[in-house]
């Protein structure tokens, strides 16, 4: 039976590439049921969760060392913040394994929740000039002993950029996985977890590449390891 992934959006988030992302994950072998962050997840039910989402919201008083760490992000009042169920689920506080998979600016929401920092203008804090088009390319290297690099069989990938936002602090039990040629991070993941992985592209966009292909589908195997045994979802919960 193919495992049911929650693919978690914030409200502001395109519904466009949620749409496109939920069909990347069906053809990658999983049922997608695509709801807001702040929808309880149904432990019981769901195998795996994807979250998506744009730019972690900027306020203009947060200039510290172009540095935004999750004390901040918590109380400076976000436009978006992360629910108490879903910072559980993501922090392990419940000791849950569910299989995660962050992409695009998801990557920086799985840091701050694990208590790490992000840069809010990267190419100012790298001194370069970021090609956030949809369509860009930019080269990233993976390390080599990665679980990453494992799933994807290559160390170095083209894909694109749409944020200009990047890790600074990583966040507790996450480790640099890929980087950019200007050292930027972009990808991150806890060895410590079945699959915990957060990227800052959007593979959605870059199927034709058969190491995002093969990302998509390890995730959806690893899901396929949760046992559950709820019902199929009313067809009006699930993405059209």
């Known amino acids: 039976m193919r ?3 929650a693919l978690l ?9 949620a749409r ?34 744009s730019e972690v919201a900027k306020q203009p008083e947060i200039t510290a060392d172009n540095v935004v760490p999750f004390a901040q992000f ?6 978006v913040v992360l629910p108490p169920h879903l910072l559980d689920l993501l922090r392990h506080d419940s000791g849950s394994q569910i299989p995660v998979l962050a992409v695009n600016g998801g990557c920086q929401w799985l840091n701050l929740a694990r208590g790490g920092s992000i840069y809010n203008d990267a190419a100012a804090f790298y ?5 956030t088009r949809l369509m860009a390319r930019q080269g990233v290297s993976l ?15 083209e894909v694109n950029c749409t944020v200009n936002q990047a890790v600074s602090v990583l966040g507790r039990g996450l480790q640099v996985v890929g980087r950019d040629s200007k050292g930027m991070i972009q990808a ?13 592209w ?20 690893a899901a396929s390891a949760i046992d559950t045994d709820a019902e199929v979802p009313h067809q009006d919960q699930r993405t059209g």
Request: proline fraction near 8%; glycine fraction near 8%; aromatic fraction near 6%.
């Open 3 to 5: 495992p049911v992934i």
């Open 202 to 221: 959007a593979p959605e966009y870059l199927l034709h590449k058969r190491a995002q292909r093969r990302l998509l589908r390890a995730f959806v195997r």
């Open 127 to 131: 001194g370069v000039d970021l090609d």
């Open 20 to 53: 496109l992302l939920a069909a990347a994950l069906r053809l990658a072998g999983a049922r997608v049921v695509k709801q807001p962050w702040t929808q309880p997840i149904d432990r019981d039910y769901v195998d795996g969760i994807v979250i998506v989402g």
């Open 188 to 200: 991150i993941e806890d060895p410590h977890h079945a699959f915990f992985v957060g990227v800052q």
């Open 143 to 157: 390390i080599s002993t990665s679980g990453l690099r494992r799933v994807m069989d290559r160390l170095e990938l």
């Open 9 to 17: 959006t914030p409200p502001e988030h395109p519904t466009g590439e």
């Open 74 to 79: 918590q109380s400076h009042g976000w436009s």
